[in-house]
């Protein structure tokens, strides 16, 4: 789709002007208010800090990295195109930060990316979301087997390897279908998570969300507004799409709570469900449930099917790992058959996990938090109202203060660590910050972990791996805050022999 703009009668000339004039001012008093701050990646004076955006949108893991060790347990700010985005390298700082009331410092993720012009503001004021999520997450134990039975079956028709020979898989476009159709079993049940135009509908969408993300981060603010009104229009179109799947479950299950009250025999235990629940409560109609699907949907499909593709790219380099987690798995599978009790017991895959999203995390910096009153932390380091801080994922992440050989992939890093404490994927802190920390941590990553070990674990149980390229991983692909697996890779299966 493509979108015209029409200025009524203004030429373009005078138009990119204006806006850069206007950035200009943004640029000048936004760097005036945080000029105690020092800068990474170049100059803060006005026209100049040109360089540091360009350097940042192309070098941002560098940018991350290099102020990270200049500036270690203190603070730098990077340049993003109508602001200044400061970065927080102590984790002292981090977890005082994230303890600070919302009327002081808020969660700003939402806000920057113009979120609410796409999903609706409600998202920020009445965050159903969040309910949903916590629903999902107490009934993690009924509805694994549903996923599970779909990873399964999803797999047998999607990467139909035999014993003798490799078979090709496209990394990208094959995980993200399984990763859409393990979810949306336990969103949408089947047989709308198997139909071929939902899960085009809804891979597509996350990654166009994602896209659009990205793109606010490099668009000025008073065209964000615009831009994400622009990308509602689609998204609305998105919903009605989607309603005429959802549709015929949400006429039986409406009808059956009018007739026989929340609680009827076989009531169904899914996320449509919670979600009538969820919206009837409210007041609120089959748009909103549509939305609320799409919104979860947009989180659970991209970060997972990442996650999937990243793992896929490390294992496949390591053929002694395999048969190590390979192990493990078919030990707890031979104890609890295919259960979340039986992920629990893996341990040396949930370090492995937690070891590929250190290296290879969705985003360089995270935990993003709006100043909303002037705050000044315990060492004196002032946030003026206004200021967008962050943390800088990569940077703990590659910090051999806290990770031995922080740049060394060490499967086992975190099995090994477990006597002292270590704690599993989903724990956040701030020297861990994949799924963020604090009160705003990511509230689906409790579902993901599952998702993700139901994934490799049938992977393990059932085919030998290897890259393309014998030997060769392939490269991410990184552009400001992101860091995205190679999308055009393929990795080679072959069925491994029964018993």
């Known amino acids: ?29 936004s760097a005036k208010n945080l000029r105690h701050i020092p800068t990474v990646g170049g100059p803060s004076v006005p026209i100049l800090s040109i360089v540091a955006l360009y350097n940042f949108l192309a070098n941002g893991k560098k940018v991350v990295l290099d102020g990270y060790q200049k500036f270690k347990g203190r603070v730098f700010k990077v340049a993003l195109l109508d602001r200044w985005l400061v970065v927080i390298c102590n984790p002292r700082l981090v977890e005082e930060l994230q303890k600070l009331p919302e009327a002081l410092v808020g969660y700003s993720l939402l806000e920057i990316f113009e979120t609410k012009h796409i999903f609706g503001a409600d998202l920020l004021t009445d965050p159903v979301h969040l309910a949903l999520l916590r629903t999902l997450t107490r009934n993690l134990g009924q509805v694994f087997g549903d996923m599970y039975q779909e990873v399964e079956t999803a797999f047998q028709e999607l990467v139909p390897a035999n014993e003798k020979e490799w078979f090709p898989v496209h990394a990208s476009p094959v995980m993200r279908t399984i990763v859409t159709r393990a979810a949306n079993r ?7 998570c198997r139909d071929e135009g939902y899960l085009y509908l809804m891979v597509h969408f996350a990654e166009d969300v994602n896209k659009a993300f990205g793109l606010y981060t490099v668009v000025p603010s008073f065209a964000q507004g615009f831009v994400a009104r622009k990308a509602k229009a689609v998204m609305d179109d998105c919903i009605e799409r989607c309603l005429g799947y959802m549709r015929p479950a949400i006429k039986d299950r409406t009808t059956m709570m009018d007739s026989f009250g929340d609680n009827w025999a076989d009531k169904p235990n899914d996320m449509i469900q919670w979600t009538i629940e969820e919206t009837k409560a409210r007041g609120q109609g089959e748009y909103d449930m549509a ?22 790219y490390d294992i496949s380099m390591r053929p002694e790992l395999a ?14 058959g295919w259960t979340k009790d039986a992920t ?55 910090d051999d203060t806290i990770y031995p050989n922080a740049s060394t992939f060490d499967p086992l890093r975190f099995y090994k660590a477990e006597a002292a404490g270590q704690p599993q994927f989903v724990t956040t802190s701030p020297e861990y910050l994949t799924f963020g920390h604090g009160k705003h941590a ?18 393990l149980m059932h085919y030998d791996i290897k890259p393309e390229q014998e030997g060769v991983r392939p490269e991410n692909k990184s552009m400001g805050l992101g860091v995205l697996p190679n999308p055009d890779a393929k990795v080679m299966f072959r069925k491994r022999h029964a018993g």
């Open 323 to 336: 048969d190590e987690l390979r192990e493990e798995v078919e030990r707890a599978i031979a104890e609890d």
């Open 291 to 312: 939305r609320m699907l799409m919104f979860i949907n947009s989180g659970a499909v991209e970060t997972t099917s990442q996650a999937v593709i990243h793992a896929l």
């Open 344 to 398: 629990n017991k893996m341990r040396k895959l949930d370090s492995f996990l937690r070891e590929s999203q250190r290296i290879n995390g969705p985003m360089i910096v995270s935990m993003f938090r709006l100043v909303r009153e002037p705050v000044t932390l315990s060492d004196g380091t002032f946030f003026p109202a206004g200021t967008t801080i962050a943390s800088p994922t990569l940077g703990a992440h590659f």
């Open 186 to 192: 336990v969103f949408v049940g089947v047989p709308v």
């Open 442 to 459: 990511c509230p689906g990553r409790f579902f993901a972990v599952n998702e993700l070990k139901a994934i490799l674990a049938y992977m």
């Open 1 to 29: 789709m493509v979108l015209t703009i029409d200025f009524g009668g203004i030429s373009t000339t005078h138009v990119v002007i204006g806006a850069f004039v206007t950035w200009l001012l943004l640029r000048y008093f």
